[in-house]
């Protein structure tokens, strides 16, 4: 940054000392005319500038301290020591232009290093950003996958043929979430508990995701199968978190419910900050992709979800 600051007040005083020297070479151009005139109107006789003779006085002075009384002898016949004035004004101007150009070459080559340093700087800062941004989603690192089931009838009940006694999908569904959690609770390093009549898996170890969504999948799949037998369709519905090891699993929880409740079949949902932790794994077995926009606590989400690769 300091680098930067010191190319902006280079660069400001190029500008500053090029507009000076342009504000001088108008000065001698100015001076060049209106002495150039008076020495006309003088040889001719003429008075018409006569305001200028003070002025004349004084470039004549200056004239006789760079050189004497050398001019004045070698040219008695004409005012030889306005003529030199005249000449060494033009001298002037001519190096005036020359000085403002160099400023502005020199002007142009500080503001391409400065283009150049904003660009270090700012590519300096992205990479900072980037990584900055890379701790955050890398301290993700414990996961929570919510489930959630549901049994209906494989035939309605208007549709049941009579003397065949109907279904109790409550004690199916009992049955349903025992057998599951049998089944979660072999995965090893995996949390199991039970929030109502949701079940929930959590880890420490969020490289582990992938293995308990498949484990998940293949217990739900089997139960599936197993009830349509019975006449029951088992649905089930998935939601995954990533959070921080210091957050308390009610906080967790109480992000994954609203996305329980949106009950949009069996893929798992989950939000834009699992997707970024879960992208970062080396072999994922799932894609995330936008399921859609939904309202969740009164504010519009962007909600994805996983689906295993074909």
Same mark, same amino acid.
């Given at each position: 940054?300091?680098? &930067?600051?010191?190319?902006?007040?280079?660069?400001?005083?190029?500008?500053?000392?090029?507009?000076?020297?342009?504000? #001088?070479?108008?000065?001698? &151009?100015?001076? $060049? /005319?209106?002495?150039? $005139?008076?020495?006309?109107?003088?040889?001719?006789?003429?008075?018409?500038?006569?305001?200028?003779?003070?002025?004349?006085? %004084?470039?004549?002075?200056?004239?006789?301290?760079?050189?004497?009384? =050398?001019?004045? +002898?070698?040219?008695?016949?004409?005012?030889?020591? /306005?003529?030199?004035?005249?000449?060494?004004?033009?001298?002037?101007?001519?190096?005036?232009?020359?000085?403002?150009?160099?400023?502005?070459?020199?002007?142009?080559?500080?503001? *391409?290093? /400065?283009?150049?340093?904003?660009?270090?700087?700012? @590519?300096?800062?992205?990479?900072?950003?980037?990584?900055?941004?890379?701790?955050?989603?890398?301290?993700?690192? !414990?996961?929570?996958?919510?489930?959630?089931?549901?049994?209906?009838?494989?035939?309605?009940?208007?549709? %049941?043929?009579?003397? @065949?006694?109907?279904?109790?999908?409550? *004690? #199916?569904? =009992?049955?349903?979430? +025992?057998?599951?959690?049998?089944?979660?609770?072999?995965? %090893?390093?995996? =949390?199991?508990?039970?929030?109502?009549?949701? &079940?929930?898996?959590?880890?420490?170890?969020?490289?582990?995701?992938?293995?308990?969504?498949? +484990?998940?999948?293949?217990?739900?799949?089997?139960?599936?199968?197993?009830?349509?037998?019975?006449? +029951?369709?088992?649905? &089930?519905?998935?939601?995954?978190?990533?959070?921080?090891?210091?957050?308390?699993?009610?906080?967790?929880?109480?992000?994954?419910?609203? /996305?329980?409740?949106?009950?949009?079949?069996?893929?798992?949902?989950?939000?834009?900050? $699992?997707?970024?932790?879960?992208?970062?794994?080396?072999?994922?077995?799932?894609?995330?992709?936008?399921?859609?926009?939904?309202?969740?606590?009164?504010?519009?989400?962007?909600?994805? !979800?996983?689906?295993?690769?074909?």
């Amino acid at each position: 940054m300091d680098s &930067i600051k010191n190319l902006k007040r280079l660069k400001f005083l190029c500008k500053l000392f090029a507009n000076l020297t342009m504000f #001088i070479q108008i000065l001698l &151009i100015l001076s $060049v /005319l209106f002495f150039s $005139v008076y020495c006309f109107l003088h040889l001719l006789g003429s008075n018409a500038f006569s305001f200028m003779d003070s002025m004349a006085l %004084q470039a004549k002075s200056f004239i006789q301290m760079l050189f004497g009384n =050398s001019i004045k +002898a070698s040219l008695p016949n004409v005012d030889g020591e /306005l003529v030199a004035f005249i000449v060494v004004n033009i001298i002037a101007v001519i190096l005036a232009v020359q000085l403002k150009m160099l400023l502005k070459t020199y002007g142009e080559e500080v503001d *391409k290093k /400065l283009v150049e340093e904003k660009a270090k700087v700012e @590519v300096k800062f992205n990479k900072e950003l980037a990584d900055e941004l890379h701790k955050s989603i890398v301290s993700y690192s !414990s996961f929570m996958l919510g489930c959630s089931f549901n049994v209906v009838p494989l035939i309605a009940e208007s549709m %049941q043929v009579y003397g @065949v006694e109907a279904i109790d999908t409550e *004690k #199916i569904k =009992s049955e349903v979430v +025992a057998k599951f959690l049998g089944a979660m609770k072999s995965l %090893q390093g995996i =949390s199991v508990s039970k929030e109502g009549n949701d &079940i929930l898996m959590s880890s420490t170890n969020f490289d582990k995701v992938d293995l308990v969504i498949v +484990a998940a999948l293949d217990a739900f799949n089997r139960l599936k199968k197993e009830y349509r037998e019975q006449k +029951a369709v088992v649905k &089930i519905r998935l939601a995954l978190e990533a959070y921080r090891p210091d957050t308390s699993l009610k906080t967790v929880y109480a992000s994954i419910k609203p /996305l329980l409740d949106l009950n949009l079949g069996h893929e798992v949902l989950c939000y834009g900050n $699992v997707k970024s932790r879960y992208d970062m794994l080396k072999n994922p077995t799932f894609t995330v992709s936008v399921k859609g926009k939904y309202d969740i606590h009164d504010n519009e989400e962007t909600i994805y !979800s996983l689906v295993k690769k074909s």
